[in-house]
């Protein structure tokens, strides 16, 4: 029917009890994480998903197991378990480019900003690359926590730098082991 307009996407919100504090996990009806962030920072989290999806209904729920499990097996020890889980996020082209980005960034390796906008085949937008990490919708699994400054430095993360430090030396102890 022209002119209808689409019915917003159902999104549920899940909770995951990590090491470093509860988890908030987004899934849509598929299946697909569409935000993960950290409790405390609800507000950001809201506000990115407002942007992206407008006003989706959020129902607590559970996500589906895989999705679930996956999550909880990357604390757990399983730096590869979150490889596999479809994410689909909107935001702009060049904003999805630097997150597919950071996918590819290995567990417990970091790159710098510089680097960043390099791979994205933009090398003059560090800037631009910078902010489209802040913006990122989906920490952990889209790894943001893996960009550090030029000079070595850890800097900004939205879900707080000791928690940007804890992911990344968990990481590289997980690097460690064999799975």
């Not at 409790?39 to 506000?47: F, K, P, S």
């Not at 996918?103 to 937008?125: M, S, V």
Request: aromatic share 6%; proline share 6%.
């Amino acid at each position: 029917m022209a002119g209808k307009r689409p019915e917003p996407l159902a999104l549920t919100l899940d909770r995951i009890d990590t090491p470093v504090g509860t988890v908030l996990l987004i899934v849509d009806p598929q299946g697909s994480v569409r935000a993960l962030d950290f409790a405390g920072y609800e507000d950001r989290m809201h506000r990115l998903l407002r942007r992206h999806y407008g006003d989706a209904p959020l129902t607590d729920g559970r996500a589906p197991d895989g999705v679930r499990d996956a999550v909880a097996a990357y604390f757990a020890g399983n730096h590869k378990a979150l490889d596999g889980l479809t994410v689909k996020t909107a935001g702009t082209d060049f904003q999805r480019s630097v997150w597919a980005v950071l996918r590819d960034i290995p567990a417990g390796e970091t790159r710098t900003y510089g680097q960043l906008a390099r791979a994205i085949g933009k090398p003059n937008a560090v800037r631009a690359a910078g902010l489209a990490n802040g913006q990122n919708p989906v920490a952990v699994i889209v790894p943001c926590h893996r960009v550090i400054g030029a000079n070595g430095t850890l800097t900004g993360y939205a879900g707080g730098l000791e928690r940007k430090k804890w992911l990344l030396d968990h990481e590289r102890a997980l690097r460690k082991q064999p799975f």
